[in-house]
């Protein structure tokens, strides 16, 4: 493994890095600096993909990066920022689950992850096979803290979050996929948020409030 | 070609064209026309598969084959029907207050859009373009459920909105471990995605990365099919929706996430050998039937019984399709066609007798066959048909499944036979006194539209007596598609 | 067929319509001694069923039809089942018209008959009556067949002169399954023909009667009628008693003028004796309340059920 | 000549489904409906008949529709088991659409045209179920018969309990119905649906076992034998009376009709023990039900448990040929077959009869309580003469149709100790202590029915309004009646007319018959000659009314009851149907779940009651409803309502999934 050249190793920095932010996530209670790590995350990303881009000169990826770019470091952060603003709430992040039990999770779910990884990132022809079970642990981790929370607004930023990873998966490991499967999925991405965003203000209006627990009402119970 | 091009172009301009003239009188006549615009180019591209077998359009980018050239039809047949039953729904919801006017645009607009998507999933060739659609869909259908604005219905498409999209993120996963397998054999190009390329090649992908990819995919598809323990947001999207909406979810989006499923698991039993995507789809085809015939007793909604209800026999097709073969496939496709009719005819006159009734509480409906026959007969009809009751179609399609059961999975039968015992004691003692009894109904502005109910329940009706041969055969040669 | 037969077969119905009511006036007779009392003459009966014949009968104003007929078909069916029970020959071609079953489907035809003219009327007694008659019927008509089983398997037949030539007329076998048999049969008997310890003829204590509540609106030839197809059930019951447990006597079916000849005084003597027992357990035993009746009918039955598997267990 | 049985059944079924359609059409025109269309459904049902009548003999007939599912059309047979099903349909189906003719009200309950429609709609379907000789038309034939019977029972469906009756009804039907279409799929192999292919192929002894218990279980729960009986005594009585005679007559049957098909024709070979269960099963039915019947107050309830007696002696007698077959003794299975034929179609006969008398009685009354009835037979002469003969031919007295099957079923227990299992041998015993309880016992019921409603005094003033039945109407009865005498005199005749049936059923034929002497055994095992017992019974009684008129006189007067002097006579002291089966209620206490009523001292007009319950459903139905509620409560729990949870639920499913597949 030591002979890895210098933009794999770039790329399994990044990935690092993007498990880490997502660990930080998880246990982030503060929801602005929520938003400000979901950016990160995204520039983690864009970066990397942007590094196998020029490594296997794929025009496409480069788009890929750029929409990366423009979506989940610029755009979706800022439409969060002034949704949150708008909405004006501030307030910090309630949990469920307290944090060294969710840490201990999302220990348990990183090995997990790896270990499923393991056989499939051996017949991997890519170099950065390895980001799979990165990949695949954030995915994880970023359910653990949809489950987690319980206030709307952390819950859909995990829910990027795991389109983070799942995107990450896609060009890591794979070098991207075809054009327009990554144009719908950032569409798709796009309208969910905006989508989510008339919802913020819908469930405000109806409740008072984006706590979660306000929506337990459709059950069967007693 | 031409065809497809229509079926897709026809939903997507009169998406287009409501989300501007949505609020006006006439928009229940465009939504219709576009949807029978629709069924039309789709039953001409039916025609054309029958004379001319599969095709394969644009780049190969869109595939059509009887598996699911029978979707497109059906989808499109049902989507024209609610489309019918709507134009008076929405009216007297309208009388009603429910909605104003740019709520009409919004839901007429995003009716089309749905069926776009739903069309735009059973015609791809692409399995990423197949999960964009898929999204798609949930996203359109999100708006609608929460049309109402009402806490109840701002809750469950929330709900809606998060299970779906959480559970369709492991789909994309799932696609994603898919295309990593099939890159090294079909490049990284564009092909590698597409499902006639993988179809070819599927005796070498790799087991281990496609029965994870398939976990991913089934969980991911199978929320959307609404299989236990992955299905709490179907009863509530089906119950607060406008009943239309209802009647599509149930009729159709359930069918499509399930195709999706199948298509999947054609490509793993090609390359894993031991049975497993038949294993676990059976495995939560009986979960699924079994609980929600539990399930079932326990309502007290209308609307929210026969959500229960579509899991169940979403269950049932689950099952029918992971046990395979050529009989069980083939009852399985009928089931999903059957299924699609009956559901939807009974959404329809529940979302009448729930007008009529002010409510969807079953105990505040009561005696509709003395003062609206109509709406009674087709209650009781279309319960009697969907407890699969000969001579209706479901009958037809559960005898075939419950007799392959008794050899290919005897172990299966006993849990089978309970379930579909409780769901018929659970659906019938509520839906008797709703129909039977004294009635506390009170007229509507507007005459109910019992059409497409009789339409529909005749057609299945029909497929309990006698299948046409072309639609026989059209199962047969998609039943030995699925293998 | 033979003509011996055809004439046993009139002689043996004859003899039973003669001697019923004499059978009863002897079982009257032996109380009163039994009971140190001056007896009543021995032909009572016969006088009693003259003096009815010639009254006015006097039918209640909302009789129906069945109420006025029930009497010949209970009649009847007494003579009819008196001319299939062989009592003195084993020859009576009529017999083959209808075996034991069929017997016993004669009298539940009776019974059913007169229950029914006995709600006829609706008075309380009446329907008390035949309510304690049917109730007493469906115990002991099932007791009464299982006796009658035992016997079929034993002689292989349901026909009863066949089971009386099996017992009478083949190599002499012990049978301990009709020991069971005989006991059940007795108390079946007691219960079938109104008497003590179920049922008393001589009351009309209104509480505790069962038969005679059920003839309390009879009157004239009617309740002769009845008074005679009781005292002919009496002794087809006795018939039967004697040919399935003491078939001594009974001739062959050989058309043996000799044998049919001598079997008229052994029945006789036969019955005598029978009405004294009879009268003996009237004697020494207590009228019952009528629910304990299913305690004293419940082991009649078991009692034939144990005699069946009796006979199946060890073969005889 | 080969006569087209099959044609001509075919046309019978096409012409109900089409005279249904009529009637569906003609919905308000009342006349036309009632006094058209239900006798020529009358005729249908006699063509039916006809040619029942005749395939019975012929070589079976059969057709393919072009109908059902694309591998599987339609397969239509007429052998002789059908054929002879057939004919109890066709009989009892003509005589009944005769009464609806004269039955059916205006005003009363449903729209004529929609009842016209479900009653052809019935009667077609059962007539489908017997003529079905694939697995799939089978079904989709004996769904039908339920629901059409469904809405038939519901046809008052304002009445709480009637809607309680018909879901009752129709669950039990339904999975019954599913157990069948396992036992179909269990039988059918690696083969196709038909019958022909069943047939063909040979089952394991373990899935044997299997395909027979789910046939025993599907098609008891539509016959009503214990412990699946708690819907008959609901919905039988439900029903308008044409609707429970057809149901109790000619209905159960198809049930019986199903299990023989499945039993003796489709499996290759009955294991004896399965004999031994149906016999253990129907006799408890049997016992059961007549102990029940005894104790009931409604006459229709009356009826409908009476019905499970009888379905259970059939049952019994099933088992019994089982029984007999398995131990390699075609003939004697042969008796016990004839006598299980002979019996099912004197209950379609008698069942029927009794049925629409109580309709009779129904229409002149409007009351169904027995304690509020009494003294008919001075008002409704001719139903009460009718009816006479169907209780007497239910009681199974000589020289009656009832008395015949029972004479044959008992003839042939009394040949089980020839078994080789000596285990088998104590049972016997038991069985034909249970069996001649039974008939006792069903005298007893049948005195009370008959008893309390026709004879005595009328209990209630209004009574003496009642009118006698129709024309229509007492034609129907008289020719059931008259069935039940022909069949009870000329038994020889019918069981050889049987032979086909039995040949087919178990291999083997009764010994030949003398035409006037039943004697499946030779005459000297046993003899039976009805007309002679006739006869002579009749010679006598004629005999002694000459006699005792020529000699004496043949005077009458009239009085009032005597009642031993008691002058404040009233009707209310008579025995009430409670009062009559108190003495079952006390012998067999263990058996009900009683409810009594006792009337306080001061009660001016005191009522004393007492409601018998069968304990069935405390022993088994409550449970089986806890149980599911329970279920239900624990599935309820998934549903929790919050999101989180949900999400859980997905994701610990995606890690299970996971590890399992790692």
């Not at chain 4, 209004?462 to 022909?486: H, P, Q, S």
């Not at chain 4, 008691?566 to 089966?581: C, H, I, N, S, V």
Request: glycine share 8%.
């Amino acid at each position: 493994m030591s002979a890895l050249p210098l933009h794999a190793q770039v790329i399994n920095l990044l990935a690092a890095i993007l498990l880490l932010l997502a660990f930080a996530m998880l246990t982030q209670r503060r929801v602005l600096s929520l938003i400000d790590l979901f950016a990160a995350q995204g520039l983690a990303l864009a970066v990397s993909t942007g590094i196998v881009a020029a490594y296997t000169g794929q025009a496409h990826l480069w788009w890929s990066a750029g929409i990366t770019l423009a979506l989940k470091v610029v755009a979706l952060p800022w439409i969060l920022h002034r949704l949150i603003r708008r909405l004006d709430v501030k307030w910090d992040v309630e949990r469920l689950v307290n944090v060294p039990t969710t840490m201990l999770i999302g220990i348990v779910l990183v090995v997990f992850s790896f270990n499923l990884a393991v056989p499939i990132s051996q017949l991997s022809g890519t170099i950065t096979r390895a980001t799979l079970g990165i990949a695949m642990a954030s995915v994880m981790l970023s359910f653990l803290m949809m489950i987690t929370r319980r206030k709307a607004i952390p819950q859909v930023i995990g829910f990027l979050s795991m389109e983070n990873g799942l995107f990450f998966a896609a060009t890591s490991a794979t070098y991207g996929m075809p054009m327009v499967v990554e144009l719908g999925i950032a569409l798709d991405v796009l309208v969910g948020v905006l989508i989510l965003g008339v919802f913020f203000f819908q469930i405000r209006e109806q409740f008072d409030s984006l706590d979660l627990q306000h929506l337990e009402k459709l059950q069967e119970g007693e | 070609m031409i065809e497809i091009l229509a079926v897709l172009g026809f939903p997507l301009a009169g998406a287009a064209a409501l989300a501007f003239t949505g609020a006006r009188r006439e928009a229940p006549a465009v939504n219709i026309a576009a949807s029978l615009a629709t069924l039309v180019a789709s039953l001409a591209l039916t025609a054309r598969v029958f004379v001319d077998g599969p095709l394969l359009a644009l780049d190969r980018q869109f595939f059509v084959d009887p598996f699911n050239v029978f979707l497109v039809a059906l989808t499109a047949f049902v989507g024209f029907t609610t489309a019918v039953f709507s134009r008076p729904y929405m009216r007297i919801e309208e009388r009603h207050g429910r909605v104003n006017a740019a709520r009409l645009r919004l839901y007429h607009s995003m009716y089309q859009l749905f069926q776009f998507t739903m069309l735009l999933a059973l015609l791809t060739n692409n399995l990423g373009i197949l999960w964009v659609a898929m999204e798609a869909a949930t996203l359109a259908t999100v708006l609608l459920v929460s049309l109402y604005r009402t806490p109840a219905s701002l809750e469950a498409a929330w709900k809606y909105f998060i299970l779906c999209g959480v559970g369709i993120a492991q789909a994309l996963f799932g696609t994603i471990l898919l295309f990593f397998a099939a890159e090294k054999l079909l490049g990284g190009g564009g092909g590698a995605l597409l499902w006639t390329a993988l179809d070819g090649v599927k005796g070498q992908l790799e087991p281990t990365v496609l029965s994870i990819a398939f976990v991913f995919l089934l969980v991911g598809y199978g929320t959307k099919v609404g299989l236990v323990p992955l299905h709490n947001w179907l009863p509530d999207a089906h119950a607060e929706g406008p009943t239309p909406v209802s009647a599509v979810l149930s009729g159709l989006l359930l069918n499509v996430a399930l195709y999706a499923v199948v298509r999947c698991k054609v490509l793993v039993d090609g390359a894993v050998a031991h049975g497993f995507a038949r294993d676990l789809m059976m495995g939560f085809g009986l979960l699924s039937v079994v609980v929600a015939a539990f399930l079932l007793a326990r309502q007290k909604d209308a609307k929210r019984l026969f959500a229960y209800s579509s899991i169940e026999h979403m269950g049932i097709m689950t099952f029918a399709f992971g046990m395979g073969g050529p009989v069980a496939n083939f009852a399985a496709l009928l089931h999903m066609t059957v299924h699609s009719l009956t559901k939807s005819a009974i959404f329809y006159t529940v979302g009448h007798a729930a007008q009529k009734a002010g409510t969807q509480v079953i105990e505040d409906i009561r005696g509709l066959l003395t003062l609206s026959p109509a709406i009674g007969w087709g209650l009781v009809l279309g319960t009697l048909a969907i407890l699969g009751m000969p001579p209706f179609g479901v009958f037809a399609s559960e005898f075939l499944i419950l007799t392959t059961a008794m050899n290919d999975a005897p172990w299966a039968t006993p849990f089978l036979l309970v379930a579909l015992g409780v769901a018929f004691a659970s659906v019938f003692a509520k839906v008797q006194p709703m129909v039977f009894g004294e009635p506390t109904t009170k007229r509507l502005p507007e005459r109910p539209a019992m059409v497409p109910v009789f339409v529909h329940l005749g057609l299945v009706l029909m497929l309990g007596l006698w299948i046409p041969p072309f639609l026989a055969e059209w199962y047969r040669q998609a039943a030995r598609l699925i293998g | 067929m033979t003509a011996a037969g055809i004439l046993s077969q009139f002689l043996q119905a004859g003899l039973a319509l003669a001697l019923a009511p004499l059978l009863v006036g002897w079982v009257a007779m032996c109380r009163a001694w039994l009971a140190n009392r001056s007896a009543p003459p021995i032909t009572l009966p016969y006088r009693t069923i003259r003096k009815l014949f010639a009254k006015d009968a006097v039918v209640a104003h909302n009789a129906s039809p069945i109420f006025r007929l029930t009497p010949y078909v209970v009649f009847g069916a007494m003579v009819c089942s008196a001319a299939i029970i062989p009592s003195l020959a084993t020859e009576v071609p009529f017999a083959a018209a209808a075996d034991a079953i069929a017997l016993v489907g004669l009298f539940a035809l009776a019974r059913v008959f007169i229950a029914l003219a006995a709600m006829d009327i609706g008075t309380a007694f009446g329907s008390l009556g035949a309510r304690r008659e049917m109730f007493v019927g469906f115990l002991a008509e099932p007791a009464l067949l299982m006796v009658l089983f035992t016997a079929s398997l034993i002689s292989g037949s349901t026909s009863l002169p066949s089971i009386v030539d099996t017992l009478a007329h083949r190599e002499l076998a012990i049978y301990p399954s009709l020991a069971f048999s005989g006991v059940a049969f007795t108390m079946v008997s007691l219960a079938e023909n109104a008497r003590i310890p179920v049922d008393n003829p001589a009351t009309h204590l209104e509480l505790t009667m069962i038969h005679e509540a059920m003839l309390l609106e009879y009157s004239a030839r009617h309740l002769a009628l009845l008074e005679w197809a009781s005292a002919l059930k009496l002794l087809n019951y006795s018939c039967i008693g004697l040919a399935l447990f003491f078939p001594f006597g009974i001739a062959g079916g050989d058309g043996d003028w000799g044998a049919i000849a001598l079997a008229v005084p052994a029945l006789v003597a036969k019955l005598g004796a029978g009405g004294f027992a009879l009268a003996l357990i009237e004697t020494v035993s207590a009228k019952m309340r009528i629910f304990r009746a299913p305690a004293f009918l419940g082991p009649a039955f078991l009692l034939a059920v144990l005699a069946m598997l009796v006979h199946l267990l060890l073969g005889s | 000549m080969a006569v087209p049985t099959l044609g001509l059944i075919g046309a019978a079924i096409v012409a109900w489904l089409a005279i249904g359609t009529i009637g569906l059409a003609a919905q308000t025109r009342f006349g036309f409906v009632s006094r058209g269309l239900f006798p020529a459904g009358a005729v249908a049902g006699l063509v039916l008949a006809a040619g029942a009548f005749c395939a019975v003999g012929a070589p079976p007939q059969s057709a393919v529709l072009p109908l059902g599912l694309p591998d599987l059309p339609f397969h239509l047979r007429v052998d002789a088991l059908s054929a002879f099903f057939l004919l109890l349909l066709g009989v009892a189906g003509a005589a009944v659409s005769v009464y609806s003719a004269g039955y059916f009200r205006e005003s009363e309950g449903a729209a004529p045209g929609l009842l016209c429609f479900q009653y052809h709609a019935f009667l077609a379907a059962m007539a489908l179920v017997l003529v079905a000789d694939d697995a799939y038309a089978f079904m989709v034939a004996w769904e039908a018969m339920a629901l059409a019977s469904f809405f038939l029972v519901t046809t008052d469906h304002r009445i709480a309990e009637i809607r309680r009756a018909g879901y009752l009804y129709l669950l039990i039907a339904h999975i019954g119905a599913i157990a069948i279409l396992l036992a179909f799929g269990t039988l059918k192999g690696g083969g196709d649906y038909t019958f022909a292919s069943m047939r063909a192929a040979a089952p394991s002894p373990g899935w044997a076992t299997v395909a027979f218990f789910l046939a025993l279980a599907g098609f008891g729960a539509k016959a009503g034998l214990m412990p699946l009986h708690v819907w008959l005594p609901e919905a039988h009585p439900a029903a308008p009376s044409p609707v429970s005679a057809l149901m109790s007559g000619v209905m159960l049957k198809t049930a019986i009709y199903g299990l023989l098909r499945v039993t003796f024709d489709l499996l290759p070979a009955q294991a004896w023990w399965w004999g031994v269960v149906a016999l253990a099963l129907g006799l408890a039915s049997a016992l059961f039900g007549v102990i029940f019947a005894a104790v009931q107050t409604d006459m229709k309830r009356l009826l409908a448990w009476s019905s499970i007696e009888n379905i259970g002696i059939l049952v019994a007698g099933i088992g019994l040929a089982i029984l007999y077959k398995a131990y390699g003794k075609p003939v004697l299975a042969a008796i016990a077959m004839t006598a299980v034929l002979y019996h099912a179609f004197n209950h379609a006969l008698f069942k029927s009869l009794l049925f629409l008398a109580t309709g009779s009685v129904l229409h002149a009354t409007h009351e169904r309580s027995l304690g509020r009835l009494g003294g008919l037979a001075h008002k409704m002469p001719w139903v009460a003469a009718l009816a006479l003969i169907g209780v007497l031919a239910i009681a199974g007295l000589p020289p009656l149709n009832g008395f015949v099957s029972e004479w044959l079923l008992i003839q042939a227990f009394l040949f089980t100790p020839t078994l080789p299992q000596s285990f088998v041998n104590m049972l016997v015993p038991l069985a034909a202590a249970a069996l001649v309880l039974t008939a006792a016992l069903a005298a007893y019921v049948m005195v009370k029915f008959y008893g309390v409603i026709f004879l005595g005094r009328p209990r209630e003033p209004g009574l003496a309004y009642a009118k006698d039945a129709g024309r229509w109407e007492r034609a129907a009865l008289a020719a059931l009646a008259l069935g039940c005498i022909v069949l009870g005199l000329a038994p020889s005749a019918v069981i050889g007319w049987l032979d086909p049936v039995n040949a087919l059923l178990v291999g083997a034929t009764p010994g030949p018959g003398h035409w006037l002497m039943l004697a499946p055994f030779g005459e000297e095992r046993s003899s039976y000659a009805p007309l002679v017992v006739l006869a002579v019974v009749g010679a006598v009684v004629l005999l002694t009314i000459q006699i005792v008129h020529r000699l004496w006189h043949g005077r009458v007067r009239r009085s009032d009851p005597w009642d031993c002097g008691f002058p404040l006579q009233t009707p209310r002291m008579q025995d009430t149907a409670e009062g009559f089966g108190q003495p079952i209620r006390q012998v067999f206490e263990p058996f009900f779940r009683m409810e009594r009523e006792l009337p306080s001292p001061f009660d001016a007009k005191p009522r004393y009651r007492v409601r018998a319950d069968d304990p069935w459903w405390a022993w088994i139905y409550l449970p089986i409803v806890r149980a599911t509620e329970w279920a239900g409560r624990l599935a309820g729990r998934l549903q929790h309502g919050r999101i989180s949870v949900y999400l859980t639920f997905s994701f610990v499913t995606l890690l299970a999934l996971l590890a399992f597949v790692r």
